[in-house]
């Protein structure tokens, strides 16, 4: 088998892992901590994906200095709790070794601070299957776009974006892909809607799991 892409980049949150439940409860719990009213589940779910400043400033209105604040005892929460509740994708190890050893380079590019995104790539055994993790330095997450680390990748292989693809699973995992002049496909089994990804990126491919995912990315 070939690879169809030379250089494979994959989302974590919700693309490689099923990490909403550790995510979630973490939110909640800093909501609470806070006296900040927990909002209903479908804004808690878009709290999956985008930097974590950006969801309490701007989903939830909080002012700079409060969100500073949530996004410091989020992550003290996620690091002792958090990051346990989470499970990788059915077929995932599997992918990945097919992809490495048919000669694709594989990225994960996460707005996940680098810190913590590392740390799930080894407890969760994915840091032996991928040559590069990009994520935001925690002084750099405001200012970190997922397009900004989508070129990182790229560049790190001396490669051209038309030569790589974007796995996600939101509409900021496929913009991200559409500024960086990658090509995109929505995994359909995380927590952006197809609509919401098509909206970002109009000749977007989608699968529902890794099987197929797998068709796509591999040829004889």
Do not use: W
Not at 13 to 35: A, F, H, N, Y
Not at 45 to 68: E, K
Not at 89 to 94: D, L, M, S, V
């Amino acid at each position: 088998m070939k690879p169809v892409y030379p250089i494979v980049l994959f989302d974590l949150d919700g693309t490689l892992t099923e990490s909403g439940p550790g995510i979630l409860s973490c939110v909640k719990e800093t909501m609470q901590r806070l006296g900040v009213p927990e909002p209903p589940p479908e804004i808690l779910r878009t709290f999956i994906g985008p930097p974590l400043f950006q969801s309490f400033s701007q989903t939830c209105g909080l002012p700079d200095d409060v969100s500073d604040r949530a996004v410091k005892l989020y992550r003290s929460l996620y690091e002792t709790d958090g990051l346990y509740k989470n499970s990788v994708y059915p077929h995932t190890f599997e992918l990945l070794s097919a992809l490495r050893g048919a000669g694709a380079k594989l990225c994960i590019a996460t707005s996940k601070p680098l810190p913590q995104a590392n740390r799930v790539a080894e407890i969760f055994k994915l840091a032996p299957l991928v040559d590069f993790v990009a994520g935001p330095a925690g002084s750099e997450e405001r200012a970190s776009s997922k397009a900004e680390l989508i070129t990182s990748c790229v560049e790190r292989f001396s490669a051209k974006p038309q030569n790589a693809v974007m796995i996600g699973d939101t509409k900021f995992d496929a913009e991200g892909a559409r500024l960086a002049g990658t090509d995109f496909i929505g995994m359909l089994h995380g927590y952006g809607t197809r609509e919401e990804m098509q909206e970002q990126f109009s000749g977007a491919r989608f699968a529902a799991d890794f099987i197929e995912l797998e068709r796509l990315l591999l040829t004889n």
